[in-house]
């Protein structure tokens, strides 16, 4: 509100309030209504935001000045060195009344704006630092896809034995610096998209197709049966789930079989993933899922299945991993129904 308006409004609020005072007083015969003009005073001393604000109190001591003439009349002017008093003293009494709720008007806007000021700022630093995240992210991306290149130039070279086992681990560290980056992306995907209903059958026959394309040679047979139409929820991301799982059966545990089969609660999904590989020892399940933990040091980064929990974790869900009736290893999802 513009500072014309508060003024209008103010003299609107004297206004009003003085028609109400001055009906007391006649209806009751007695002056003590004319104490009301405090109130308008505070109300309308709310209406700025200044220490030293005089405004109002002098229109509560003009109308004042107004009403007691109104109600006193005759008598009013007969004592008019103390009628005069009196309202220099109201006046006093006004004023410090103005500069008291000016002062706390003031404070509140202060604290108000180092407050908006604090978020925006807060908002900002967030930004900056997602900004440079994910700058980095894509630019070590970019220049560890250049040292890629220069490495497969190798290839054209007759290197001897002990040069080529020293290449073939820079190319291992190569691709896990890849993997890392494309997963901690995964996650900051997963957790900006949020919640959605999702067709979970349609997401383990892409996440089936995409594994099988990783594994050709490997002669790994897939076993799903699912009941169809069924929809959770969860996100686009969904299918890191399940091929994280697979990649993990075909990678680590030297299966040749994996059984996907769907059990419907009442209120959730769960889908039982086994295979027929070595399995995973009691004393390792509870750790599995721990971020940097691996059973194959030489081809693994211990960030699959943390990324399974971490996805289930953000989409409401959870996984469980036992032991499967086929010798290996069995990993139950859960998913709400959508």
Not at 216 to 245: M, P, Q, T, Y
Not at 316 to 325: C, L, T
Request: glycine share 8%; proline share 1%; aromatic share 10%.
């Amino acid at each position: 509100m513009g500072l014309w308006k508060k003024i209008l409004v103010t003299i609107l609020v004297f206004l009003i309030f003085g028609f109400v005072i001055y009906y007391l007083t006649m209806i009751s015969n007695r002056g003590q209504p004319l104490f009301l003009v405090f109130l308008p005073l505070i109300v309308t001393s709310g209406f700025y935001i200044k220490k030293w604000n005089f405004f109002p109190s002098i229109i509560g001591a003009l109308f004042l000045l107004i009403l007691s003439i109104l109600y006193y009349g005759q008598q009013f002017f007969d004592m008019i060195y103390a009628s005069l008093l009196n309202l220099l003293i109201f006046f006093v009494l006004f004023s410090v009344i103005s500069i008291l709720i000016g002062h706390v008007n003031v404070s509140y806007e202060e604290l108000r704006k180092e407050r908006n000021k604090e978020i925006i700022n807060r908002k900002e630093a967030e930004e900056n630092k997602e900004f440079l995240h994910s700058l980095l992210r894509h630019d070590v991306r970019n220049k560890l896809q250049v040292v890629r290149g220069y490495l497969e130039l190798f290839d054209d070279f007759d290197l001897p034995e002990e040069a080529e086992e020293y290449l073939s681990l820079t190319r291992d560290g190569l691709e896990g610096g890849i993997e890392i980056i494309q997963k901690v992306r995964t996650l900051r995907e997963a957790q900006e998209e949020g919640i959605k209903e999702v067709e979970i059958d349609s997401v383990i026959s892409d996440a089936v197709d995409e594994v099988r394309g990783l594994t050709e040679g490997n002669d790994v047979e897939f076993d799903v049966e699912c009941s169809g139409g069924c929809k959770v929820l969860a996100g686009s991301l969904l299918d890191r789930v399940f091929s994280n799982i697979f990649e993990n059966a075909v990678q680590h545990s030297d299966c040749s079989k994996i059984r996907v089969r769907e059990v419907m609660g009442e209120d959730e999904v769960n889908c039982k993933i086994e295979d027929n590989g070595k399995g995973i020892p009691d004393g390792k399940k509870d750790r599995i899922f721990d971020r940097g933990y691996t059973t194959d040091e030489e081809r693994g980064l211990g960030l699959g299945m943390f990324l399974v929990e971490v996805l289930l974790e953000t989409y409401a869900g959870s996984v469980e991993v036992k032991d499967s009736e086929l010798g290996g290893a069995r990993f139950d999802v859960y998913l709400q129904k959508a």
